[in-house]
């Protein structure tokens, strides 16, 4: 006789099953916490009345090229903050002192040629980046340390990843206008990123 489905049995399979409930509640908690970094560029631009006969705009608002293919790579999957940029290629030395110093929300755009040889961030400066209150970064080049990258509480684009640091002899120039995927990024404009894209605005934008 097959013997009755009794407490002890019942009590088993509670105690195995409650771990894995919290795991799976905490699992699909964490990535609406890390939403909450940034504004959904969808909204804004909705709310700024933009549809594909607007673009270029009159609003000051511009849209970076997606055939960049932009990938998220920090633990924020959206973030925004008024630009601070630099420009340099293949050497990295600006981007770890900038990311010494406060951020206050900021930020950091990095015109690194689009070179595919080569990583301007790591999981050090992205650490010390997230320690000073920086919002996120986007890197027109490549970043490594992704997986350990991907756990800060950083918004960090870039085109992809690769293994070899840069050099440090290019000390970059700081807070001058940049452009790449179309778009011309200028300090004390304000940009917002999330897994749709990248929009920059001369001024704030708010939902």
């Known amino acids: 006789p097959i013997p009755p489905f009794g407490p002890p049995l019942r009590t088993m399979l509670k105690s195995f099953a409650l771990p894995a409930s919290r795991a799976v509640r905490t699992q699909l908690r964490a990535p609406a916490q890390r939403f909450l970094s940034g504004l959904p560029t969808a909204d804004l631009a909705d709310k700024a009345g933009l549809d594909v006969s607007k673009l270029p705009t009159e609003k000051n608002i511009s849209v970076v090229d997606p055939q960049l293919n932009f990938r998220n790579f920090g633990g924020k999957t959206a973030f925004s903050g008024p ?13 770890r002192k900038l990311f010494e110093s406060p951020g206050n929300g900021r ?5 690194a040629g689009g070179s595919m040889r080569c990583a ?5 400066i992205a650490e010390a980046g997230a320690k000073n209150g920086w919002a996120g970064i986007v890197i027109f080049g490549c970043i490594r340390d992704s997986a350990m990258v991907a756990e800060m509480d950083l918004g960090v684009k870039a085109l992809n990843t690769h293994p070899v640091k840069s ?16 778009v011309t990024f200028k300090p004390g ?3 917002y990123a ?11 934008l708010s939902l």
């Open 83 to 95: 630009i601070t940029t630099i420009k340099a290629y293949e050497s990295n030395p600006l981007v």
């Open 107 to 111: 930020v950091l755009v990095v015109d």
């Open 120 to 124: 301007m961030l790591g999981d050090n």
């Open 167 to 182: 050099h440090k002899n290019d000390p970059g120039l700081q807070d001058v206008a940049v452009k790449f995927g179309g």
């Open 189 to 191: 404009q304000f940009l």
């Open 194 to 204: 999330d897994a749709d894209g990248i929009l920059v605005s001369d001024s704030e």
